[in-house]
Every structure is written in structure tokens, then in C-alpha cells.
């Protein structure tokens, strides 16, 4: 299937997913029979980590209420952010005998040695919201999630038009070695090549926390005080902790109101009010919602038998002050 047939899949899967209860529960994205009852199909979770932030909680809250609500059986397993821990739970997911696994990497390489015994072992997987590195393609089925190089494209444009085409930005960016954070980078400085007038002055994680992006930002001010005319975070719960900063630095006389210009990926409730008040420029929706219950109807499906895109992408629209009225601030 090409890409615009994959995008349109996963944009009819985003939409049937945001639909009303009722469209869950006629599940009329089940095959019909089923070739196997939803009771006894088993699935296998390799969690990222619960405590990441509260875009992880509800993506595991959703699973969690979800999975119960269609009847299906779940083994869930927390990696805690680690690599090593993670292969090992997908070991223990094969020794248990799940029908199929959702897995959500910590680092797109580490994961692909513990893929492969999936695949070895006649396990289907889902890798979800974060892709695997390219080399793990032959070991699992299918990708759902969202589009994050499209996503920092989107943050990227925003950013041009909010600083005229022109100025010096910096970068706070993900976890290191995450998949989302290296596509959340190239997709957002691919759209600023394309400006020769704007300069990224500097790129440092913020590893998915508030409270690190905070001193990432409170240490850029201080190395380059007022030439920052942008920050670019890959997520709005990092762009909003470097608000913190760029707010303390306003009261404090050393940068004027309204001088940098935030955009992101990935919409938090703070993000939306900042943006609502005109503190914060833009950032992309995307629900953790619809991202856990895309994997899982994804994993239903490969487990009765069905045959799906290998890339399931959902719509992750702009949202700026000019069009924030037409969207719910979300619950994360």
C-alpha cells in the first residue's frame, strides 16, 4: 500500500476512533464472525514507562479501561525507560504465550534483537506512537501512531510564520535515542533549512519533562539572553516548562513580553490555555486517546487474522490562537 493510501487509512482510523461510544461499541472494525472470541485473545504490552509524563498515563489509562471494555486479556509491563528492561519483558511476553504484543519502544535500535524472537517465535506485533529503527521492519506488523516527522513539519511552519521568516531559535528536543525525538528534530529542522534567516542557536534534550526543559531554558537565557527569537520543544509539556523560564526572565526586565515564540509538538492542557491567553504560539493535537486505541484495535485485528497497512498514521492538526476555539482543551 503507498503512503497516501496508509495516511488514509489511519486518518479514517483516527476518525472512527474520536467517533461516539456508540461507534466502539458496535466495534465495526471487527471481522464478522470472528474467527477467534475476543475473551481469548491475549495481549502483550511492553510499556514504555508509566511515569514519563501525563500523555503516558492517559495512553495507559485508555488501554487499560479499553482492553477490559472489549474483553480481551492483557499482560502489561512497565520498562521504566530502560532498553535492557524492556528486551527482557518482551522475552517474558513470548514465554507467556501472548497472541499478539503492542510494543512501544524506548530506543527504536535496542528494541530490534527482541523483536526479531517475537517474530521468530510466531508472535505478531504492533509497535506503537514511536517507531523502530528501519532494520526492525521485517519483525513486526505494524506501526500505529503518529506521524511525527509530519507533525514537526507542522510545529516547524508554525514557527516560520510566527517569527516573520526570520530570527534565532533554539531547540529543547526529546529523550535521546528515541525514535520520537529524532523525528521531532529532523522533521522541524527540515522545514528551517528552508529559511536561511532563521538560525538555530542551539539543541539540548529535555528528556519529556517539564522541570528539565525549565533549566534547559533558564541556561539558554542566560548564554544567549535576548538574540532568542524562538524556542521549539518536542512536546508542550517541555515548551511550557521553558515558558517558565522565559516568564521569570520578562519579570525580571531581562527579555521583553511577547519577544520569543513558542511551538511544539503534541498539544498539553497548559500548552492550550498559554496559546489561549497569547502566550504560546502553536502546537499539533495529537490524543493519547486515539493513539492507545488505534494499537489496540490494530493488535485485535492482526490477531483474527487480518492483514493490515504497515503504517497506520492519525490526523495531528495545527492549533493556533486563530483556530484553538474549534478544539476541546485536552485532558492531559
Same mark, same amino acid.
Not at 526529546?174 to 528534530?185: D, F, K, N, T
Not at 492482526?302 to 490526523?315: D, V
Given at each position: 500500500m503507498n503512503l497516501l493510501k496508509t495516511l488514509a487509512a489511519g486518518l479514517a482510523l483516527s476518525a472512527m476512533l474520536a467517533g461516539a461510544a456508540s461507534a466502539q461499541d458496535k466495534q465495526d472494525w471487527l471481522p464478522s464472525p470472528l474467527p477467534k472470541p475476543l475473551g481469548e485473545i491475549t495481549i502483550g504490552f511492553a510499556n514504555l514507562g508509566s511515569g514519563v509524563n501525563s500523555y503516558v498515563a492517559t495512553y495507559l489509562d485508555t488501554f487499560n479501561t479499553y482492553t477490559k471494555q472489549l474483553g480481551v486479556k492483557t499482560i502489561v509491563l512497565d520498562a521504566q525507560v530502560d532498553p535492557a528492561k524492556q528486551s527482557d519483558q518482551v522475552q517474558d511476553l513470548i514465554a507467556q504465550q501472548a497472541d499478539v504484543m503492542i510494543v512501544w519502544p524506548v530506543n527504536g535500535k535496542a528494541i530490534v534483537p527482541a523483536l526479531r524472537k517475537a517474530k521468530e517465535a510466531g508472535i505478531p506485533v504492533v509497535v506503537t506512537n514511536s517507531q523502530a529503527d528501519p532494520s526492525a521492519a521485517d519483525y513486526f506488523n505494524t506501526f500505529s501512531g503518529p506521524d511525527n516527522i509530519k507533525q514537526a513539519n507542522s510545529a516547524g511552519e508554525m514557527m516560520v510564520e510566527a517569527l516573520g521568516g526570520k530570527g534565532n531559535v533554539v531547540v529543547i528536543d526529546? +529523550?535521546?535515542?528515541? !525514535?520520537?525525538?529524532?523525528? $521531532?528534530?529532523k522533521g522541524f529542522l527540515d522545514v528551517i533549512k528552508q529559511h536561511p534567516d532563521i538560525k538555530v542557536l542551539d539543541i539540548q534534550p529535555g528528556d519529556? !519533562? $517539564?522541570?528539565? #526543559?525549565? !533549566?534547559?531554558?533558564?541556561?539558554?537565557?542566560?548564554?544567549?539572553?535576548?538574540k532568542i527569537d524562538g524556542v521549539y520543544?518536542?512536546? !508542550?509539556?517541555?515548551?511550557?516548562?521553558?515558558? #517558565?523560564?522565559?516568564?521569570?526572565?520578562? #519579570?525580571?526586565g531581562k527579555i521583553k513580553p511577547g519577544k520569543i515564540k513558542f511551538t511544539d509538538c503534541t498539544l498539553f492542557a497548559a500548552a492550550y490555555d498559554e496559546i489561549k491567553a497569547g502566550n504560546y504560539y502553536g502546537s499539533v493535537l495529537q490524543s493519547p486517546v486515539v493513539d492507545a486505541q488505534a494499537a489496540i484495535q490494530a493488535a485485535i485485528q492482526? #490477531?483474527?487474522?487480518?492483514?493490515?497497512?504497515?503504517? +497506520?498514521?492519525?490526523?495531528s492538526p495545527s492549533i493556533t490562537q486563530k483556530n484553538i476555539a474549534d478544539y476541546p482543551r485536552p485532558t492531559f
Open positions: 526529546g +529523550l535521546p535515542g528515541y !525514535s520520537v525525538a529524532q523525528e $521531532r528534530e519529556w !519533562s $517539564r522541570e528539565k #526543559a525549565q !533549566s534547559v531554558m533558564e541556561a539558554y537565557l542566560v548564554k544567549y539572553g535576548d520543544s518536542a512536546d !508542550s509539556d517541555m515548551g511550557v516548562g521553558a515558558l #517558565a523560564a522565559v516568564k521569570a526572565a520578562i #519579570a525580571e492482526i #490477531a483474527e487474522g487480518k492483514e493490515l497497512p504497515k503504517q +497506520l498514521f492519525f490526523a
